[in-house]
């Protein structure tokens, strides 16, 4: 149990379409990343947020896109749906100690697009 | 592009026996960090270690940073059913690069 819920677990969507997945962090936690996970693959990297504001972002295009809130939660937007956009969507939340960052990864929302 | 892989890509044992992942790069990172994750869920962090040569253990888990910080190693010793699962290695840059993963499934 890391502390760190997403919604919804499952979805399906079509192929143009938009959609919005949420993470609601740990309290205390500042920074939120966002990570896409192919099947039989690493997590991707595709952004992270700090105190609210992008700080970071991977070799994803602009068509995916987040928000991070004052109470710990944040969202992941994904405009025009491609086929291969079907992936486990994963967030994690993070507090820096010393030279270590710990991430806690929610249970990930895995997305189907036909 | 900075990548990480790890070998095997898949492994399949018996219990009591002994494994090493590996997880290698041409890029030197900051810190590396070992995870491990099961169907359904995140991954979750084993262990992180951010100094060159470093070597941390976890109960029957070894971890070792190589000394140019562009590769790692995990030993688990005399391996249990529930050590199966997807281990990943991921290196901090500017940000986490994950590896390709290791699936290990362990037969009782």
């Known amino acids: 149990e890391t502390g760190v819920t997403q919604s919804p677990t499952h979805l399906i969507k079509t192929r143009g379409q938009q959609v919005t997945l949420r993470c609601s962090s740990q309290?205390?936690?500042?920074?939120v990343s966002w990570y896409q996970q192919a099947l039989g693959q690493g997590p991707q990297f595709i952004f992270q947020?700090?105190?609210?504001?992008?700080?970071g972002r991977g070799n994803f295009p602009p068509r995916f896109s987040g928000l991070q809130f004052p109470n710990y939660s944040s969202e992941l937007n994904v405009n025009a749906l491609e086929l291969d956009d079907s992936a486990l969507y994963l967030c994690?939340?993070?507090?820096?100690?010393?030279?270590?960052?710990?991430?806690?990864f929610g249970p990930g929302t895995r997305l189907l697009v036909l | 592009t900075q990548l990480l892989e790890q070998s095997p890509q898949f492994l399949s044992i018996q219990e009591g026996e002994n494994l090493t992942v590996y997880c290698n790069s041409s890029?030197?990172?900051?810190?590396l960090q070992w995870y491990r994750q099961e169907p359904g869920e995140g991954p979750v962090l084993l262990v992180t270690?951010?100094?060159?040569?470093e070597v941390k253990k976890l109960k029957r888990l070894t971890f070792q940073f190589g000394d140019a910080r562009k590769d790692s190693s995990l030993h688990i010793t005399a391996a249990q059913p529930g050590d199966t699962g997807l281990y990943l290695c991921?290196?901090?840059?500017?940000?986490?690069?994950f590896g390709t993963g290791t699936r290990l499934k362990v037969l009782a």
């Open positions: 309290s205390g936690h500042n920074t």
């Open positions: 270690v951010v100094t060159g040569g």
């Open positions: 991921a290196g901090m840059a500017y940000k986490y690069i």
């Open positions: 890029s030197v990172f900051s810190s």
């Open positions: 947020y700090y105190r609210e504001e992008e700080n």
């Open positions: 994690a939340s993070s507090r820096q100690t010393g030279r270590e960052e710990t991430q806690y």
